[in-house]
């Protein structure tokens, strides 16, 4: 009787005991929860966005600080963003971090500041200071065309034509000024007929602070500001 109780007792183990092991031979014994304890879901802790120029980032100040709070590998973001800026070494590509909760990251490049642009159309280093003021520059409508281009995938806008316009709103705002730009407003835009028919259903094409969209930049931005 005892042989027999403790040869069950030993059978008991043999079949429950495979469903507790962990590592690999509880993966072979349980093939469904292969993977379980090796995969972690990964989240975004945090993200900044640095106006920095191109191929010249350095571990100082914003770079050091903006990175620091979270714990991201400074030393490896400035090699990875200068490499990815070293044919436009020289010019401000600001660039979006994305931090996750390992400490690893992704980069967001994006277009050049529309007063970057424009200043460097004009030969200058920096706006006017007073907007409708005073003029550091003119530019021709197929310029601010040119830049509208550039910008583009940056706007909340679908079109060359109302990207144009708020290209011209950062131009008033930093004193530059767009010849030809009157005549040729009068026939590129026509009035939307009502503000559905603009930006249409739901608030993700609303710019800010109504809608989740970027601040339209023709709302005369303060000196340096980016869309």
Do not use: C
């Not at 010249?56 to 990175?67: H, N, R, Y």
């Not at 963003?81 to 992704?106: M, Q």
């Amino acid at each position: 009787a005892l042989a027999l109780l403790a040869a069950t007792a030993a059978a008991a183990v043999l079949v429950g005991g495979p469903s507790f092991v962990q590592g690999r031979s509880g993966a072979a014994a349980a093939p469904r929860h292969r993977g379980t304890t090796a995969l972690r879901a990964l989240t975004e802790i945090g993200s900044v966005k640095l106006n920095l120029v191109g191929g010249k980032a350095t571990p100082a100040p914003p770079v050091g600080p903006a990175l620091g709070q979270f714990g991201a590998n400074i030393a490896f973001f400035v090699k990875e963003y200068n490499a990815l800026t070293a044919a436009k070494t020289g010019e401000v590509i600001p660039v979006i971090v994305h931090v996750f909760s390992d400490r690893s990251f992704t980069l967001e490049l994006k277009t050049p500041p529309s007063a970057e642009l424009l200043h460097k159309a004009v030969g200058a280093s920096k706006g006017s200071g007073k907007a409708g003021k005073e003029i550091i520059g003119t530019i021709s409508i197929d310029k601010l065309r040119e830049i509208a281009e550039i910008k583009l995938p940056d706007l909340n806008v679908e079109d060359i034509d109302r990207a144009m316009k708020m290209v011209h709103g950062t131009a008033v705002a930093s004193g530059v000024d767009v010849e030809g730009y009157d005549e040729w407003l009068k026939t590129a835009l026509p009035k939307p007929a009502s503000i559905l028919e603009r930006y249409g259903p739901g608030k993700q094409r609303l710019p800010a602070p109504w809608g989740d969209a970027p601040p339209l930049e023709d709302a005369a931005p303060a000196e340096g500001a980016e869309p």
